[in-house]
């Protein structure tokens, strides 16, 4: 059974950084693609960035340029590195396995000043 959990959240002031990660335990055989959504108060959950099997990685518009997505070479870490945060970032933040539909708890990220 696989298991995700993600860690890193906090609290930060607008500009400032944060890097999540997500731990997988459990076989990694098919988790493959992987994701990182975000939900803020209120609001639906929506997507940040995915990563495939081979590495290939998509962002969502909103955060191009300000987001990484990566991951540790035995593939088994996640991470989102977020740099120029913004209020409107203010979410939690879920890693998910899209390929077996398994989500994380998620991790609170607030960026106020």
């Known amino acids: 059974q696989v298991q995700l959990e993600e860690s890193g959240g906090g609290l930060v002031q607008p500009g400032e950084s944060l890097r999540l990660s997500c731990a997988v335990s459990g076989s990694i055989f098919s988790i493959y693609p992987m994701g990182w959504y975000r939900q803020a108060l209120g609001k639906e959950r929506e997507l940040v960035a995915i990563i495939t099997s081979n590495g290939v990685v998509v962002y969502a518009e909103s955060v191009e340029g300000r987001f990484t997505l990566s991951r540790d070479s035995a593939k088994t870490t996640m991470y989102l590195q977020m740099n120029s945060l913004k209020p409107e970032y203010t979410a939690v933040y879920y890693c998910?396995?899209?390929?077996?539909?398994?989500w994380g708890p998620g991790t609170q990220v607030t960026v106020s000043s």
């Open positions: 998910t396995s899209i390929r077996e539909g398994i």
